[in-house]
């Protein structure tokens, strides 16, 4: 009957039940090994010798509302293969942690619905012991995550806080799963990965990012087989950046009040696709009426437009001759602000028309981006840095959903 209990109740097989307590609220049950059973903990030698024991508290699954524990004096035997002195393995439970395996198992169960404070509320338990158990799920699952299959990535930066602190990420962009967490955002942020990628033998095919130079030179140097793949949303939002500095810099050399006013508040409006503006609020109409009387800035909105269709084309060939014509034409406008974008298109068009190769961009890794914002929130900030690199290496695997 008594193991019966342990292993049905506790999932504990190979002890006996010494007896059973009940103290201030909390079940406890006291449990033996048997001398035949010890083993070294070292060569797994059954030749020992009995040199005392150690009385050990685990917490296990709880009986309704009640906490239980099992007791057990954990055996030290001396070897006479190796030698040593030590304790036994206990079974059911790893090595300097107060709790069982069983009991971690709930306790990772709970927390896919509640946070480490409500678990740990809930089952009477510091809080620190919860964040324990998590930590070491996720640094056996996720803390060395295989690079030998990868084919195809995405890199890019992440801001983790103010005084621009920032991680750099890679995604394997065919599973969705964070494979790299580097400190910082320039190419030293991907040192440690570089060296886990050579040691993996995996064969890159191509790499998605932006036009940070630091991140370019890191892939050219690393993988010069691979190809560079410029994501359409980098392009399009650096350029957006130009045409909000185009626009502020138009109203500083406008004297007339009227002009002037014309251009405020269209900022929004110019970053907005033509589909998305709202007729109800007249942003059709205000725009149009801004781009009427500024002709600078109205050449650059339509030339924003015929950008994001070299993404659109049917083939490479054809997208090659817009981006080229788009050149061209922005050169020959005279405006500086499209002379010096002409300049980077220029420069990163092979990249940009890779796409057509690889059609693999970034935004997998600005949605897993939106996730760690969303966990970070959550959880008012991480003190341990260790563990929030793992909350982001497994973070493929979470789900947010609103409840209630």
């Not at 801001?159 to 890679?170: E, M, N």
């Not at 110019?270 to 059709?284: H, T």
């Amino acid at each position: 009957m008594s193991y019966r209990l342990l292993y049905h109740g506790f999932g504990v097989r190979g002890y006996k039940l010494e007896k059973t307590e009940y103290k201030k609220g909390a079940m406890i049950f006291t449990i033996s090994q048997s001398r035949s059973s010890c083993r070294c903990p070292q060569c797994g030698s059954a030749d020992v010798i009995r040199r005392g024991h150690n009385e050990r508290r685990y917490r296990t699954l709880p009986i309704g509302s009640k906490p239980a524990w099992l007791v057990l004096a954990v055996p030290r035997v001396e070897c006479c293969e190796c030698g040593i002195v030590r304790q036994v393995k206990v079974s059911f439970a790893d090595d300097r942690v107060s709790y069982t395996r069983a009991f971690a198992r709930y306790a990772l169960e709970l927390s896919r619905f509640m946070t480490i404070k409500d678990v740990a509320a809930h089952l009477g338990i510091s809080w620190d012991v919860i964040k324990d158990i998590q930590k070491r799920n996720l640094r056996r699952r996720f803390g060395k995550p295989k690079l030998k299959y990868l084919k195809q990535i995405a890199i890019d930066e992440i801001s983790t806080g103010r005084g621009h602190c920032y991680i750099t990420i890679v995604m394997d962009l065919e599973s969705g799963a964070v494979v790299h967490v580097g400190d910082g955002k320039g190419g030293d942020a991907l040192t440690a990965f570089w060296r886990r990628l050579r040691a993996s033998h995996a064969k890159i095919e191509a790499v998605a990012t932006d036009m940070s130079p630091a991140y370019i030179a890191a892939v050219i140097d690393h993988l010069p087989g691979a190809t560079l793949v410029f994501d359409r949303f980098h392009v399009i939002k650096l350029f957006n950046d130009k045409l909000s500095e185009l626009r502020r810099a138009l109203y500083r050399e406008l004297t007339d009040n009227l002009q002037q006013n014309m251009l405020k508040g269209v900022r929004w409006l110019l970053l907005k696709r033509p589909e998305n503006l709202d007729p109800s609020r007249r942003e059709p109409e205000r725009l149009q009426k801004a781009l009427r009387f500024n002709e600078p800035l109205a050449t650059a909105y339509y030339l924003k437009e015929e950008l994001n269709e070299i993404w659109e084309q049917d083939d490479r060939a054809a997208a090659e001759t817009l981006l080229m014509d788009w050149i061209a034409y922005a050169e020959s406008t005279g405006i500086r602000m499209l002379k010096e974008f002409s300049k980077t298109l220029r420069f990163h068009a092979q990249g940009i028309l890779a796409w057509y190769d690889f059609p693999i961009s970034t935004a997998p890794l600005e949605g897993t981006n939106n996730k760690i914002k969303t966990m970070k929130r959550q959880a008012y900030g991480f003190r341990d840095s260790e563990f929030l690199l793992l909350k982001i290496l497994g973070i493929h695997e979470t789900k947010y959903a609103l409840v209630g």
